[in-house]
Nanobody, 125 residues
Framework: QVQLVESGGGLVQAGGSLRLSCTASGGTFSRYNVAWFRQGPGQEREFAAAISWSGGSTTYADSVKGRFTISRDNAKNTVYLQMNSLKPEDTAIYYC??????????????????WGQGTQVTVSS
C-alpha cells in the first residue's frame, strides 16, 4: 500500500513557474506508473501528465504539452511536475496518482489506484 503526498503548490502570476512534488511512502514506488491529474473550479478531474515506472516513457495532455514536464527520482521516491508558462486556466487542485501496473501508462482516472490529497495551484492574470 503506497501513500502519496503532494507539495509545491501555491499562487503564481501568469507566465510564471512552479514545481510540484509527489513523495511516496510504503510499497515499491520505483515499480509504479505515476500520473498527475488536476481539477479546476467546477470542473471534472482531468489528466495532465504521466510517467512510467522507469521514467523511460511519458505522456501529456494537449493542454499542457510543451509547458509541463514530468520526471521522477526513484531513489527519493518522488515524482515531479515542472510547470512553466503558467496560464490562469491552469488553476486547479493537482493530484498525484499511482498504480502498480507497469504496462502502458494510462491517462484515465480508472487506471490509478492510489491518490494523494492534492495541492492547490492558483495562477493570477
Amino acid at each position: 500500500q503506497v501513500q502519496l503526498v503532494e507539495s509545491g503548490g501555491g499562487l503564481v502570476q501568469a507566465g510564471g513557474s512552479l514545481r510540484l512534488s509527489c513523495t511516496a511512502s510504503g510499497g515499491t514506488f520505483s515499480r509504479y506508473n505515476v500520473a498527475w491529474f488536476r481539477q479546476g473550479p467546477g470542473q471534472e478531474r482531468e489528466f495532465a501528465a504521466a510517467i512510467s515506472w522507469s521514467g523511460g516513457s511519458t505522456t501529456y495532455a494537449d493542454s499542457v504539452k510543451g509547458r509541463f514536464t514530468i520526471s521522477r527520482d526513484n531513489a527519493k521516491n518522488t515524482v515531479y511536475l515542472q510547470m512553466n508558462s503558467l496560464k490562469p486556466e491552469d488553476t486547479a487542485i493537482y493530484y498525484c496518482a499511482a498504480t502498480s501496473y507497469t504496462g502502458s501508462i494510462s491517462s484515465r482516472l480508472s487506471g490509478y489506484k492510489y491518490w494523494g490529497q492534492g495541492t492547490q495551484v492558483t495562477v493570477s492574470s
